[in-house]
Nanobody
Framework: QVQLVESGGGLVQAGGSLRLSCAASGRTFNRYGMGWFRQAPGKEREFVAAIAWSGGSTYYADSVKGRFTISRDNAANTVYLQMNSLQPEATAGYYC?????????????????????WGQGTQVTVSS
């Protein structure tokens, strides 16, 4: 069992940065790949980024490549999402989720249905 709690969301001006954190409970955190998803009002939830259990592999949605960075600290049971050069279209609820590492390496990291555990989300609002 893994419980996830996101933090770090807020209101930022276009061009600004935010760093989201996702704190996990449970001793098996380092057995899971981790992902970030987001859901804007009236839209479906979409994949943002994912990281392997070791931190040695990462994937990003094309829309955030070069601006967002996912990382993790297994000793602290925390995964991060550094978001730079934010634009209003990034406004959404951001959710972290845990994925069995076998599914991560099978290429399922972008499928939200494959994730076992989800946090409650943190809101990011980017003003123009």
């Amino acid at each position: 069992q893994v419980q996830l709690v996101e933090s770090g969301g807020g209101l930022v001006q276009a061009g600004g940065s935010l760093r989201l954190s996702c704190a996990a409970s449970g001793r098996t955190f380092n057995r899971y790949g981790m992902g970030w998803f987001r859901q804007a009002p009236g839209k479906e939830r979409e994949f943002v980024a994912a990281i392997a259990w070791s931190g040695g592999s990462t994937y990003y949605a094309d829309s955030v490549k070069g601006r967002f960075t996912i990382s993790r600290d297994n000793a602290a049971n925390t995964v991060y999402l550094q978001m730079n050069s934010l634009q209003p279209e990034a406004t959404a609820g951001y959710y972290c989720a845990a994925l069995q590492h076998e599914l991560y390496y099978s290429g399922s990291y972008f499928r939200e249905t494959e994730y076992d555990y989800w946090g409650q989300g943190t809101q990011v609002t980017v003003s123009s």
